[in-house]
Nanobody
Framework: QVQLVESGGGLVQAGGSLRLSCAAS????????MGWYRQAPGKQRELVAG???????NYADSVKGRFTISRANAKNTVYLQMNNLKPEDTAVYYCAASDFSSIAVVGSWGQGTQVTVSS
């Protein structure tokens, strides 16, 4: 079983930046893709960004050019650098891990961290 622990959420003004971190522990040897999802109030959870073990990345169109996902395999950690934040980025952000190369197939979830962007 994989445990994922997020950190780095908070309150920021529009145009500001935040960096989220997610550390994996437990049965980590099977992990391939990792990534971030988010869920705003009243909306479905959506994929924000994913990264494979080989560092191939994919992003939601709404965050391209503003968010950057990266990964430190030696530390079993994935990061999400969020720049030029907008109020519509406000959501609970969840770390995810998969045994597959696509983060669309999620095997493990973190508990979530709140990101609030004020206008």
């Amino acid at each position: 079983q994989v445990q994922l622990v997020e950190s780095g959420g908070g309150l920021v003004q529009a145009g500001g930046s935040l960096r989220l971190s997610c550390a994996a522990s437990g049965s980590i040897f099977g992990i391939n893709a990792m990534g971030w999802y988010r869920q705003a109030p009243g909306k479905q959870r959506e994929l924000v960004a994913g990264i494979t073990r080989g560092s191939s990345t994919n992003y939601a169109d709404s965050v391209k050019g503003r968010f950057t996902i990266s990964r430190a395999n030696a530390k079993n950690t994935v990061y999400l650098q969020m720049n030029n934040l907008k109020p519509e980025d406000t959501a609970v952000y969840y770390c995810a891990a998969s045994d597959f190369s696509s983060i669309a197939v999620v095997g493990s979830w973190g508990q979530g961290t709140q990101v609030t962007v004020s206008s």
